[in-house]
DNA sequence: GTTGACCTTAGACCTAACTCTAAGGTTTAT
DNA sequence: ATAAACCTTAGAGTTAGGTCTAAGGTCAAC
């Protein structure tokens, strides 16, 4: 049975973020103390290495949430059921990159086109294409 | 001179939108009805689609306000502030885009590993790796 | 002369994932 | 028996870039 900051120590989660956990019903503590303190049994620590890995993998607190609730009951959920979420994330992950990539085109053109030198700005080229507005090629953010 | 809502017709700048870049000195209005109402000269707008446009191509508000100090002053600033804000910027977007291409791997090779049938969940591969903890292959985040 | 569309402000709310604080109770070591 | 180090809770604050609301004033048309 460890305290919160020792479960902290084994995963290198904070006790904050223990708590946080908690209140969003990712990792729960077994036991309690009389006074109330947490304890946690070599399950939870399990869990919450889980939790930890499917975090780095880049998975959000509220993917893990469904991704725990198929752990804890593997026989009423179908291998699609994780793949389907996994899939998602991967669409997720794709579309940022696209308008990372996009953005980095932009800013790529931008600094070849400017000599970055030290002679004053009056006609700089980035300010230029700027004050363009380089309707064609937009990073990908929609006009809100 | 423009209302407010003329000005959000010219440049798909919501009336809010533009408020909220007024409260953090993006764009003022010229003028002023008697009764408070905003007007916008063409200068406005001009201002307005520089900051438009620079947000599209990825920089953040902060970064728009020194682009914007340059900008009504370029006499006492180089090329080389302007390319400074533009490389820093380029910079943030590739750590961005290093770090979603991490999860990208890390979540295609959990996908590749996967049947995704309708079987159940007790021997998902997934589930297994995100069980074992990755430590070799994160996805850039670090143990906070 | 009043309806409806527009404008004003200050300030609350949103997402996501923490991070920290205040105010207090517990445990351990000396 | 007391100080240090730990634990508890509720709730506020952070970041970024909006988005929305309330409560009210203004303006144009019919």
Redesign the pocket.
């Known amino acids: 049975m ?7 120590a084994r995963t290198g ?12 019903g990712l990792i729960t ?1 077994s036991d ?8 946690y049994t070599d399950a939870d620590v399990r869990r919450a290495e889980f ?1 930890k890995t499917a ?1 780095n993998s880049g ?6 949430g469904q991704l725990l609730s198929i752990r804890v009951d593997k026989l009423s959920h179908s291998c699609q059921e994780v793949t389907d979420i996994t899939r998602l994330k991967l669409d997720e992950v794709n579309g940022k990159i696209a308008e990372l990539q996009s953005m980095q085109q932009t800013l790529m053109i931008l600094l070849d086109s400017c000599c970055g030198g030290p002679e004053n700005a009056t006609h700089c080229s980035i300010m230029e294409a700027l004050e363009e507005g380089e309707s064609r090629k937009n990073a990908g ?1 929609e006009t ?1």
């Open positions: 460890l305290k919160i900051s020792e479960l902290s989660l904070s006790a904050h973020t223990l708590r946080f956990y908690e209140k969003h503590a309690r103390s009389e006074a109330g303190y947490r304890f939790v975090r998975f959000s607190l509220e993917d893990i953010r809100s």
